[in-house]
């Protein structure tokens, strides 16, 4: 099986889904990623990793060094500015994403849910291109094929909420109705792994440290998703 996932920057792949990541090629499944941009507008670490010239070249970096580590086998830069992506038309970054995805030929798509898990405006513009993206991939296929969005339990956001751990630099985090999650991944076996993984993104230590500290609020041995679309075909 080929599992195509498709994010906006370096470590959302890590955050939201490293540990199904590692155990699907652990599973010997292929597992490929589409990264929209390189991250340039993300943080350069406390102390400075790089500066701002350069993140884009060291966030690229860490997030192959993060691959390695999850078994990636691919990863497509679709080169656009971390940071624009939802100045850009819907239309135009579906295209670039379906263009990617008929290369790709994949029995699995997983993107963010249509809140971008955090609010962030370049999730929310990935997830709706994707979307897109997968209904004219349907048309197309000749085999059976899934989308799934990634879900963050709204008891989880509950919970973080009361202890002050949660993320809310875009604004309050509703999270996913828990009844209507279709895929409950445990990852116990293999959290060590998106451990290791999160810490190859060093200029985003900031973020990994504050969502290890959740460690002792939620279930980190989880990782949650929804299917939103397959077609018919066997």
């Given amino acids: 099986m080929k599992v195509v996932f498709v994010f906006a920057h370096p470590d959302d792949e890590t955050f939201s889904s490293g540990g199904t990541i590692i155990k699907l090629t652990k599973l010997r499944n292929t597992v490929n990623l589409i990264c929209a941009t390189k991250g340039e507008a993300g943080e350069v670490g406390n ?74 405006p370049d999730h929310i513009a990935v997830s709706k291109a994707t979307t897109l993206a997968f209904e004219k991939l ?55 792994g998106k451990a290791k993984a999160l810490k190859q993104h060093k200029t985003q230590h900031q973020d990994w440290e504050r969502f290890f500290k959740r460690d002792f609020t939620i279930d980190l041995s989880n990782e949650h998703f929804k299917l939103i679309k397959e077609n018919g075909i066997n």
């Fill in 138 to 192: 349907i048309n197309k296929s000749k085999k059976h094929i899934k989308l799934y969005h990634t879900a963050m339990p709204k008891t989880n956001i509950e919970k973080l909420e009361k202890a002050g751990l949660s993320y809310t630099a875009f604004g309050k985090i509703k999270g996913v109705e828990d009844d209507t999650i279709t895929s409950k991944i445990n990852i116990a076996k293999f959290f060590n």
């Fill in 47 to 120: 102390p400075p990793v790089t500066d701002k010239k350069n993140l884009g070249k060291v966030r690229q970096k860490e997030l192959e060094n993060a691959a390695k580590i999850l078994g990636i086998k691919k990863i497509h830069f679709l080169g656009l500015i971390d940071g624009t992506l939802h100045k850009i038309k819907t239309e135009k970054l579906s295209d670039a994403i379906f263009k990617k995805l008929t290369e790709e030929n994949p029995d699995v798509v997983i993107t963010f849910d249509s809140s971008g898990g955090s609010n962030h």
